[in-house]
């Protein structure tokens, strides 16, 4: 069973320096095992509070939102900033 929510949440906590490596995969550990979201781990564990939670699951839902331009669908993110 892949678990894309999951994975993609705690790869926007990585990605915003919210949680180290060791912490993201003990708490996928942890969802698969209650079966339930990594939110809900993060928040039993104390890491991040509820409005850092519900902030982050906004921005993932919005990310997740296909969006078009001149005929193209826009399936993804490539990166961010630069020059």
């Known amino acids: 069973m892949v678990d894309t929510p999951n994975k993609t949440f705690l790869e926007l906590c990585l990605a915003k320096r919210l949680l180290d490596k ?22 039993d564990m104390g890491v991040l509070p509820q409005h850092t939670l519900d902030v982050l699951t906004q921005e993932m839902e919005q990310d997740l939102t296909p969006k078009s331009i001149a005929g193209f669908r826009i399936i993804r993110k490539l990166g961010q900033g630069g020059m």
Do not use: F, G, K
Not at 35 to 43: I, K, P
């Open 22 to 43: 060791h912490t993201a995969a003990e708490v996928y550990r942890r969802a698969r095992q209650q079966q339930c979201s990594a939110a809900a781990v993060l928040l």
